[in-house]
């Protein structure tokens, strides 16, 4: 039931984004016909960032316009998972990368062998520490962002939106005679990679 659930979020969220980028087809046919004269090349990008559900508490990244509208965008950081990295694209409106933005990415954390921490076990739901295995977890991100220009090309990206995991129950534990108790395992599954995004980075174009 859950699996079901999450995958139509997912459908919903995809569906919102397809239909945001329609919408705003007219107004990119509109901004077309601006003198040829006024674009300009766009920057290749480089800069770190801090986020939740994203990239990590600590990450660094790059960021590639393609098209007008169109950039590609990769970031490597440390999250409460592990390492994480994932790249995805990112449609402007404005035909140029800068205010608002809206991007499709992927994102895997790679987990971490022999981490410690207390949870509440049956059959008293005592509460002890257990050691687990963090496994590998994805997640499809969904983002919102709004891009402050800063001089000549740098910017200040800041940045929500939702992160559908695409793993569940990404952990073993290591002690096969404990058994975790339900409010354990919600924890568990909230501290996997997944839920609202937010994030601020700084971006330098050169």
């Known amino acids: 039931m859950e699996t079901k659930r999450r995958k139509n979020n ?78 995805g694209i990112t449609y402007y409106p404005q035909h140029k990368p800068f205010k608002s933005g809206y991007s499709l990415a992927y994102y895997s954390a790679s987990g971490l062998d022999n981490f410690e921490t207390k949870l509440t076990v049956e059959p008293n739901g005592n509460e002890q520490t257990v050691k687990l295995n963090l496994l590998r977890a994805g997640t499809v991100n969904l983002v919102y962002s709004y891009n402050l220009k800063v001089g000549q090309s740098s910017k200040f990206v800041f940045y929500g939106g939702y992160a559908i995991p695409v793993t569940e129950n990404a952990y073993t534990i290591i002690d096969p005679t404990v058994t975790l108790t339900e409010t354990s395992i919600q924890f568990l599954n909230v501290m996997q990679p997944g839920g609202v995004i937010i994030g601020v980075k700084y971006m330098i174009g050169i």
Do not use: H, R
């Open 10 to 87: 997912a459908a919903a969220f995809l569906a919102t984004l397809a239909f945001m980028v329609l919408s705003t087809y007219p107004i990119l046919a509109q901004s077309n016909l601006k003198d040829e004269n006024e674009v300009k090349a766009q920057p290749l990008f480089l800069g770190f960032g801090s986020s939740i559900n994203d990239c990590g508490i600590l990450s660094a990244g790059i960021e590639l316009p393609v098209l007008k509208m169109f950039s590609f965008y990769g970031t490597a950081g440390l999250g409460s998972w592990g390492w994480k990295i994932g790249g």
